[in-house]
């Protein structure tokens, strides 16, 4: 499938990123890009951040394409069983958060835990970083394994975020376009 033949919808973690963050650079790249807008960025709650990410798909013109990052992971994966009524061809996901570590340091994500362990509905492949502060590999890899998602580890790369030095994320990108490929 090539990117022009699908929405590709951008599921953003807690606070909602920063242009120099991978997955803006990449909705101005990819031309049927857009980011699911969440009320609170900063307040994030599970019940209206999935109702979200379930209207924008409903809208979609052609078969959608979910990208998530962190909290934007947790988002689609308690979503997922919602998303079986549409055409969601594949999500790429990226630095899962492991919701019970990390709600310690960040409190107002606890709600979207514990993470369901469900396969999920359509192909999907988690990247995973070996020293992510917000969730160890082993972790991320069972997620994975539960999920059905072909996990790719990324080696020493912090949370996959511009402050770990991931703004363009040019591998990121080739990993997303080898599974456009293959759908």
């Not at 990123?17 to 890009?33: F, I, M, N, Q, V």
């Not at 079986?84 to 061809?89: G, L, M, T």
């Not at 059905?148 to 912090?158: E, Q």
Request: aromatic fraction near 8%; include cysteine; glycine fraction near 8%.
């Amino acid at each position: 499938m090539k990117n022009r033949e699908a929405d590709i919808l951008i599921v953003r973690g807690l606070g909602g990123g920063s242009p120099d963050h991978w997955y803006a650079r990449w909705e101005d790249k990819l031309a049927t890009t857009r980011t699911v807008q969440q009320t609170n960025w900063h307040a994030p709650d599970l019940m209206s951040w999935t109702e979200r990410l379930v209207a924008e798909t409903a809208t979609a013109q052609k078969p959608v394409v979910l990208i998530g990052h962190s909290l934007g992971v947790a988002t689609i994966v308690q979503a997922a069983h919602k998303l079986k009524a549409f055409d969601v061809r594949a999500a790429f996901l990226v630095a899962v958060p492991d919701i019970d570590l990390a709600s310690e340091a960040l409190p107002e994500i606890a709600g979207f835990g514990p993470l369901s362990r469900d396969p999920l509905p359509f192909p999907s492949v988690l990247v995973a970083s070996r020293t992510d502060p917000h969730c160890a590999y082993e972790t991320a890899d069972d997620l994975g394994a539960a999920w059905g998602s072909l996990v790719v580890d990324a080696g020493d790369s912090g949370h996959l975020n511009p402050e770990s030095g991931h703004g363009p994320w040019p591998e990121g990108l080739m990993v997303f376009s080898r599974m456009m490929s293959r759908l």
